[in-house]
């Protein structure tokens, strides 16, 4: 069974601060990492995709990848309250299209 | 704007009934999937199509189906409809490996 784990949350963060999100997976096969953003009732929007070990960085957003480790984390700096939403971590093997997902972190930032 | 537009928006309906939901992609996006989020949870995967085949297939039963048409378009059918049906339905599509998600359909059965 291919898991990926996230911790549900709440994490709170005082605005300005760096959030850390953080999610590891079973299958070592996998070679893509994504983190999606979703609002409640709204559908899952793509922020970050990662595919070989390291950093990237993209505005506010970097995502983290360890393959030996079997982890990927996000970090948000200079949290908004608008980041406030239900962080997923969705991975995905290289021979097809899906995607195995976390049950999702959800973020609060306090003004 | 994912380029991704799912119909209908919300639908209720009653146990045993049939529903169809309804996804139009970008031109090019050869890659269909459907997932159902219940309530709390991450998506979980239904199945895929590339091409108009399916090519892939989560843990659900056979009542739910699908089709993907030529014009990028693709259809989730439901049959016999339970109470633990009732999710958000999901379609995503994209041409390399990155996934973009319509708004999705929440469904309800009563």
């Known amino acids: 069974q291919k898991e990926v784990e996230q911790n549900s949350g709440p994490l709170s963060v005082p605005e300005g601060a760096i959030a850390s999100l953080n999610c590891t997976y079973s299958d070592r096969g996998s070679q893509s990492f994504f983190w999606y953003r979703q609002y409640s009732g709204k559908s899952p929007e793509l922020i970050m995709s990662?595919?070989s070990n390291g950093d990237k960085e993209d505005g506010r957003f970097t995502a983290q990848l360890n393959k030996a480790s079997q982890y990927v984390s996000l970090l948000i700096r200079d949290s908004q309250p608008s980041d406030s939403a239900t962080y997923l971590c969705?991975?995905?093997?290289?021979?097809?299209?899906?995607?195995?997902w976390g049950a999702g972190t959800k973020l609060i930032i306090k003004p | 704007e994912t380029g991704v537009t799912q119909s209908p928006t919300h639908l209720i309906k009653t146990r045993g009934q049939q529903v169809t939901l309804r996804c139009s992609s970008q031109s090019g996006h050869n890659t269909v999937s459907w997932y159902q989020q219940a309530l709390g949870q991450g998506p979980q995967f239904i199945f895929q199509y590339y091409r108009e085949e399916e090519n892939g297939r989560g843990n659900f039963p056979p009542r739910f189906s699908g089709l993907q048409f030529p014009n990028y378009s693709s259809e989730l059918n439901v049959n016999a409809l339970e109470l633990d049906d009732s999710a958000l339905y999901l379609c995503?599509?994209?041409?390399?490996?990155?996934?973009?998600f319509g708004q999705g359909t929440r469904l309800t059965v009563v």
């Open positions: 990662i595919y």
């Open positions: 995503a599509s994209g041409a390399d490996f990155e996934a973009f």
């Open positions: 969705a991975v995905r093997e290289d021979s097809n299209y899906q995607l195995i």
